[in-house]
């Protein structure tokens, strides 16, 4: 599945585009009923979510699961799963020609200008701190499965996010 996202505008999933504003009932016209919760439905397996405002119409469309996700969306060129998040971090600032909220110490950032979040749970300095402790309760790092992907999912965004203009503001 390609998916391309176009901020401030839309989402383009293959051949079919999920524009910001869109009425909910032409949404699920070309992708199908999502599972509802509050104004949020989920579609693909709960990998990507949209947030429908008051009037039902498309505020806000976020894919979730990272680097563990079927969909691998791609924004300014790049796959924002597979592109190491700081990477996408400098490309993102660029884009936004302005103030970027850097308020969560790396777990998430939002750039207001182009209306784009991502998130992740945890940091490469959080997993050098979780080494250091496992270390000191003497658990083997070395060839650690577990740690391996922790750091992986630490180098990437979990989630990424459009919206409407303003919509982090």
């Not at 998130?119 to 997993?127: A, L």
């Amino acid at each position: 599945m390609n998916i391309r996202l176009v901020p401030l505008d839309k989402v383009e999933i293959n051949d079919i585009g999920i524009s910001l504003g869109m009425n909910k009932e032409i949404t699920e016209q070309l992708i199908g009923t999502g599972e509802l919760a509050g104004r949020r439905c989920y579609y693909y397996n709960s990998e990507m979510a949209i947030d429908y405002d008051s009037e039902d119409k498309v505020e806000f469309i976020e894919f979730l699961d990272g680097i563990e996700s079927f969909l691998r969306p791609v924004i300014y060129d790049v796959s924002a799963f597979d592109i190491n998040a700081d990477e996408l971090v400098e490309i993102l600032k660029i884009h936004n020609k302005g103030d970027v909220d850097e308020e969560e110490s790396g777990y998430s950032y939002t750039f207001s200008n182009i209306s784009v979040g991502v998130y992740r749970e945890s940091t490469p300095t959080d997993i050098l701190e979780m080494i250091e402790e496992m270390k000191e309760n003497g658990v083997s790092i070395e060839e650690n499965a577990d740690l391996e992907f922790e750091k992986k999912k630490a180098e990437h965004w979990a989630t990424i996010g459009i919206g409407v203009a303003g919509y982090y503001q």
